[in-house]
């Protein structure tokens, strides 16, 4: 078993409410020096079997129409060792 990791970030010249609301109250909770803040989205997808380069490119089928707006948001899809992500 795998696990693939879909992320979804608004692209950049998108504003971002949440982040920005995040970014603003940081200074009264007691942290400085963070410049900018932006809110995403991550999906774990749980794989049965191998993920060779035909799964892949169905979750990347999966993400682009059903997980993020591209026309908004962008996807990054990636591999995780399952092991790793225990720890």
Do not use: W, Y
């Not at 949440?18 to 020096?33: D, I, K, N, S, T």
């Not at 380069?53 to 129409?65: F, K, P, V």
């Amino acid at each position: 078993m795998a696990r693939v990791v879909v992320d979804v970030m608004l692209k950049p010249e998108i504003l971002d409410p949440q982040g920005q609301a995040v970014h603003r109250a940081l200074p009264r909770l007691g942290f400085e020096g963070i410049s900018d803040v932006r809110q995403g989205k991550r999906f774990e997808l749980e794989v049965d079997g191998p993920v060779d380069d035909a799964a892949l490119a169905r979750i990347h089928d999966l993400a682009e129409s059903f997980l993020a707006n591209t026309v908004i948001e962008d996807f990054t899809v990636k591999v995780e060792d399952v092991a790793e992500a225990a720890k």
